[in-house]
């Protein structure tokens, strides 16, 4: 099993920054890749970006590009979420998901899930 735990979300102004966690633990050694999601009210959940344990590549969703960066700490088993240039429309709560194979965008492919964390942008 494999637990994920987010820290770092709350409220902050347009156009401001935010850094969210992800700390794993358990049979961590098995993760390949690791993701961050979203899901704002009466929408379903959607693909933020991902990150490949092992090389570091990642992903990004079209409309976070340029703006949030994920980024991993392999000693710490740790993956960041650096979100800049906040717009009311990020508002959401932020959940981490971790899987065995490749990295994908569909979040019905993710094994495991964190509680989320909720973040709020105001305007």
């Known amino acids: 099993q494999v637990q994920l735990i987010e820290s770092g979300g709350g409220l902050v102004q347009a156009g401001g920054s935010m850094r969210l966690s992800c700390a794993t633990s358990?049979?961590?050694?098995?993760?390949?890749?690791m993701g961050w999601f979203r899901q704002a009210p009466g929408k379903e959940r959607e693909f933020v970006a991902g990150?490949?344990?092992?090389?570091?590549?990642?992903e990004y969703a079209n409309s976070v590009k340029g703006r949030f960066t994920i980024s991993r700490d392999n000693a710490e088993r740790t993956i960041y979420l650096q979100m800049n240039s906040l717009k009311p429309e990020d508002t959401a709560v932020y959940y981490c998901?971790?899987?065995?194979?490749?990295?994908?965008?569909?979040?019905?492919?993710?094994?495991?899930w964190g509680q989320g964390t909720q973040v709020t942008v105001s305007s």
């Open positions: 358990g049979r961590t050694s098995s993760i390949y890749v």
């Open positions: 998901a971790a899987r065995f194979g490749a990295l994908v965008v569909s979040s019905t492919a993710y094994t495991y």
């Open positions: 990150i490949r344990w092992n090389g570091g590549s990642t």
